[in-house]
């Protein structure tokens, strides 16, 4: 049965179709990178408010926040109290916050030597010499 005003099929007011669009998922981490870029941009430390202006006001100030309250929980950025807000200030760049989630995802598994394996027989050529080339600069760094 089809109620008076409603049409049939999924159809509004007017018989008009509902056929809002909804705009693409971002990736994970995507809008933590997106963030961090606008908050690096900025000329010192910087409001939840103008990083939501500055990534073109489509997202609730309400994500701003949790995003950026998430990223201070894994020390990507610090904030300090500004009136009765706070302003935001990067301390890592996004490769930094990737080396985060991948520690993570590590500290998670049981056995670090296997996953650590795995992941290293896995990587392309030109990862591989550049993982070795890094690790022998920490190595000298350290017997400095």
Do not use: N
Request: hydrophobic share 40%; net charge neutral.
């Amino acid at each position: 049965m089809v109620r008076p005003g409603c049409g049939a099929g999924g159809e509004g007011r007017h018989g008009v179709t509902d056929q809002r669009q909804r705009p693409p998922r971002r990736g994970q981490g995507e809008l933590e990178a997106q963030i961090l870029s606008a908050l690096r941009a900025a000329e010192g430390p910087a409001t939840a408010g103008w990083v939501q202006e500055r990534l073109g006001g489509d997202l609730a100030y309400t994500t701003v926040i949790t995003i950026l309250t998430r990223l201070l929980a894994k020390g990507a950025v610090t904030r300090e109290r500004v009136g009765r807000s706070f302003a935001w200030t990067s301390a890592s760049d996004e490769a930094g916050l990737a080396a985060h989630r991948m520690r993570r995802v590590l500290d998670a598994e049981s056995d670090r030597e296997a996953v650590l394996a795995s992941f290293v027989t896995s990587l392309a050529p030109d990862d591989e010499r550049l993982l070795r080339e890094l690790l022998g600069r920490a190595k000298a760094e350290g017997e400095d």
